[in-house]
């Protein structure tokens, strides 16, 4: 492997995936820009580019097997390897979604992107990330999918709407990402799963609070944690999220 720290963000054409990019450029790294539409992929490298990042495109659609083969292909050909993969794709598969009533083809979309993609893309890459000395993923969850905040009562804790496809898909990429850490615990890999925080981005029409800049914080925090660092927690800028 180069010396060089080589991150592949995924969904990194726009909103907080974008900034997650530009971030960990910004620490000298190679960031390798995951987007599966073309012309969105290469306006966001050319704009990183232009700000002073090593960004290279990355075609890849993490719904599809044959995208994420090459991707990881591509990853060692251009890079030599990976050291940071951020798992930032994700989608709400269109709301409402009322418990009730709603479009199991919109649960299964979210589940097929937030969940199997992670698993996908992830598996895809651990060859590589195991070559390197300091391998970490990062997993965009969201507050949404703790159990804890979608059982408390209402003005507590709780939080989002109601959504029988988006919160529950990231419960389960919370449970993934708790079975990898256990499986990876006896390697140098650490995973953890991260919260941006109500972030004004495509994914809620810009309703949210939070810049995609402070949405990314807590990424590029846990892609650079110290190799004595946590795995298998879940994150926000605040400190520990409950399950
Ligand atoms: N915004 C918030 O308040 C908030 C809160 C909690 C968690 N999150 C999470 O943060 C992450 C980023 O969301 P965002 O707010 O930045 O949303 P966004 O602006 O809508 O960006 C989502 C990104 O995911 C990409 N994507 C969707 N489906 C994909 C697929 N099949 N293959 C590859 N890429 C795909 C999109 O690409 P296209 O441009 O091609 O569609 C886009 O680049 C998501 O996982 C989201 O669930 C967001």
Redesign the pocket.
């Known amino acids: 492997m180069s010396e060089r720290t080589t991150a592949l963000v ?9 900034e997650i990019a530009a971030g960990l450029g910004a620490l000298g790294w190679q960031v390798g820009v ?4 073309e012309q ?1 992929r290469e306006a966001a490298v050319a704009k990183l580019r232009a700000d002073g990042v090593d960004a290279f495109g990355v075609p ?5 097997d044959a995208s994420v083969t090459a991707a990881a292909r591509l990853l060692q050909e251009r890079a030599g390897g990976l050291d940071v993969l951020v798992n ?5 598969g269109g709301m409402p979604q009322q418990p009730g009533d709603a479009d199991v083809a919109t649960v299964r979309a979210a589940v097929e ?2 969940v199997v ?1 992670v698993v996908r893309v992830t598996d895809a890459m651990l060859p590589l990330l195991r070559r390197s000395a300091s391998p970490r993923i990062v997993n ?5 999918g703790s159990l804890a905040r979608q059982s408390a009562s209402a003005g507590e804790h709780q939080t989002g709407p109601l959504s029988v496809a ?1 919160a529950p898909s ?1 419960s389960m990429l919370n449970a993934v990402t708790i079975q990898y850490a256990r499986a990876l615990g006896d390697t140098n890999i650490l995973i953890n799963a991260a ?10 029409g810009f309703r ?1 609070v ?1 810049t ?1 800049q402070q ?1 990314a914080a807590i990424a590029i925090r846990l892609a650079t944690l110290p190799d004595d660092g946590p795995s298998g927690g879940f994150f926000d800028d605040a400190g520990v999220v409950p399950w």
């Open positions: 995924t969904g990194a054409n726009k909103g907080i995936g974008y995951g987007a599966r539409d969105r890849l659609d993490v719904t599809d930032n794709a994700g989608i709400t992107v937030n993609g965009m969850s969201s507050g949404v988006y990231k919260c941006p925080g109500f972030t004004a981005t495509d994914l809620n949210g939070r995609p949405g």
